[in-house]
């Protein structure tokens, strides 16, 4: 008999196959664990910007101060809607700050409100001569819905404010997306004031 030296032409395809066949899901394979990560990179730099908001916000709320060289209130709420009958209020308060980027260098003039890109945060410092400028924003968000708890006799929740010479108990935050209003709430309570 004589010995075989190599291998037939329809094994060396089915080599072949078999390997391209390996290929691809190894390829597939990678794929998805690139895209997952990805996704996941994305969602967690997500959490962090809404966490990195929610510390802004809180520390700046619970830095609220009066300023005599500022001539409006220490705290403006303007309520507002948009055409899609989402709440659209805007917050505009005097803080001292102690979270940069609202440092306790400076009295900062802060605005919350909604734009095309969504919720931004805005600050000017008082007594310097610089335009205000945006702080941080969070995406996606459609509608703020703002309520003051009042610090007078029979405390209550009220859309507006602007009393100069008084701070509120607590300010409640709603954002809204496309969706509706996102849950739970934020809640500040404010220093001084009883817990609502």
Known sequence: MRSRRGFTLIELML?????????????????IAFDTQARLTEREHVIRSERAWHVVVEDALRNLRANADYPRATLLLTPGLDAA????DRLEFITAGGTPPLT???????????????LVLTALPIGVRVPARRIMGLPGIRGL????????????????????????????????????????????????????
Do not use: H, K
Request: glycine share 10%.
């Open 85 to 88: 009958g989402r709440p659209r």
């Open 145 to 196: 819905d703002i309520r003051i708890l009042s610090g007078i006799q029979n405390s209550q929740w009220l859309d507006q404010w602007s009393n100069r010479q008084l701070l509120p108990r607590a300010i409640e935050l709603t954002y809204w997306t496309d969706d509706g209003p996102v849950s739970p709430s934020v809640l500040v309570t404010l220093p001084g004031g009883a817990t609502p």
């Open 104 to 118: 306790g260098d400076a009295d900062w003039i802060v605005t919350f409100e909604i734009d095309e890109s969504g």
């Open 15 to 31: 080599a072949l196959t078999i390997t391209g066949v390996v290929a691809l899901l190894v390829y597939g394979a990678a794929d």
